[in-house]
């Protein structure tokens, strides 16, 4: 056997030689196939980006855009307190001039220099725009903006906003390239995406939206990772599969209340306080809203009565007891909630209603059905239910909205309302709004109460729910609950892997 293995060893010698003297080399040894390249980190969600353009963003799936792909000149500290983003400082300089230095050396993701210029452009785009339900609104008391050179921005204000700081943290006020966003026009989701961000978008679909770390990011929020892959699935089930089979990183949002409660009892009863499929559970308090939205273009919306009935019809079902949620300073109780006295319904024949919701929004089908068997229950009305995503993407009477305020103040829980009081109380909304910005400190919070029970009395928005929002990671992702956008939904730059 060795003399063959010799003989053996002597003829490949032979061959590699006259394979030599030919000019043909022999053929490489091929490594064995590597293992394949690690998945994209992932977060798993139901929530589905509907809109690109920080000018026309309405709900808080597409938030995720305007708070990780964009910048604005102001963000928001752990506390919710206003703090520089793409501006080195901002200051009052006198009573209604805001005065901004940006960074130097700004850069949107395709190669453009971000300069005052795009800041002015971009706040002047959302005013001009004002697309409803955007956060624009909070942007009213802007008069004039100055740019004397590439990195100055002054900003006059028509009135003392002391809310100002918040809102230049909004989403409307994210800078965009002049040199590609239309002045008078919003992006299709279809169009490119192009911030200065601590994420740049690689791809978007209707599924996925692919975020890489952008190296040209200047400010406070770095992001640790190299790239993070949103991934939007169909229902709480889907979820739940790719959980099992670990194809996600992080879950936020979408699952269900049977799921959220079987994960805690998993979590609960193990030494190892994690699910089964080794995902830890973050408790986020109180960060989940519903209200029920009156939609300004519905001719029944002005009808008192019909507004007093289904308040009534849904009293019973209330936990939250102002728009100004629990945990937000300057929460009042303004809404009744628990048994009502039953409201008779004026008329004679029942009423058609539409009311919309976000199949894409966890138990919104369900809370919907109960809505609707409530409303019908008083005898007078008929409620058909329309699904849409975002809510205010169809034409409907009543909307479920599943929100979150665009800044963590109440001026901003207040803001639907704001926009669009009952007639014979928008004068009373306008003062009251100008004694919350800040014309006398003492009048504040006077002024606030008073919001929030107009709010109760004119019964336009009704409050329904405040629960907790979970967040859940697997064992190698880091993350903290205070990383949080000024919005409260995930700064996907705060995620690590050990």
Known sequence: MRDRARRLGVVTLVVALLLSACGVEEEPDVPPPSESPKRPFTVGTTDR???????????????????????????????????????????????????????????????????????????????????????????????????????????????????????????AASIVDEEVYDPDQTREVTDPVYGSGPFAVNFFSEEQLQLGRNASYTGPNGANL?????????????????????????????????????????????????????????????????????RNGSELRSNTDLREVVSAALQEDRVSESL????????????????????????????????????????????????RGRLEDTGGLSVRLVKSTPVTAVESDLALADRKAWTRTPIAWLQPYLDAPVQKSKARTAENTLRAAGLGDAAGPTALTDL???????????????????????????????????????????????
Request: some cysteine; charged content about 25%.
């Open 49 to 171: 980006i509907t809109a690109t353009d920080p000018a026309a963003i309405t709900d808080q799936a597409s938030a995720v855009i305007a708070y990780n792909v964009f910048q604005r000149l102001m963000t928001t500290d752990v506390d919710g307190t206003p703090k520089p983003d793409a501006a080195r400082d901002c200051k009052v300089d006198a009573p209604q001039v805001y005065l901004c230095t940006l960074n130097q050396g700004l850069v949107f993701s395709n190669g453009h220099a971000l300069t005052s210029s795009d800041v002015k452009f971009s706040l002047e785009r959302a005013l001009r725009l004002d697309v409803e339900h955007s956060s624009a609104s909070q942007l009213s008391s802007i008069r004039k903006i100055e740019t004397p050179d590439e990195v100055t921005v002054r900003i006059f204000l028509n009135r003392v906003d002391t809310q100002f700081g918040y809102a230049l943290a909004s989403p």
């Open 226 to 294: 190299a790239g993070v892959t949103l991934r939007s699935y169909e229902n709480s089930a889907e979820v739940e599969t790719a959980m099992a089979d670990h194809e996600v990183d992080v879950v936020w949002r979408g699952l269900s209340e049977a799921a959220q409660l079987r994960y805690a009892n998993q979590v609960a009863s193990r030494g190892e306080k994690n699910t089964v499929d080794g995902y830890g559970r973050v408790v986020l308090p109180g960060a989940r809203v519903q209200e029920l939205w009156w």
């Open 324 to 371: 100004v949620p629990l945990g937000i300073e300057g929460h009042v109780r303004a809404f009744e909630v628990g048994p009502a006295k039953e409201k008779k319904v004026p008329w004679k024949e029942r009423m058609g209603l539409t009311l919309a919701y976000d199949p894409t929004s966890p138990n919104a089908a369900d809370v919907a059905n109960t809505m």
């Open 452 to 498: 929030q029970e107009l709010a109760a009395d004119d019964l336009v928005i009704l409050p329904i729910t405040q629960t907790d929002e979970y967040v859940y990671l697997d064992a190698e992702t880091r993350w903290s609950p205070d990383r949080l956008t000024p919005g409260g939904q995930l700064a996907l730059w705060g995620f690590s892997e050990e």
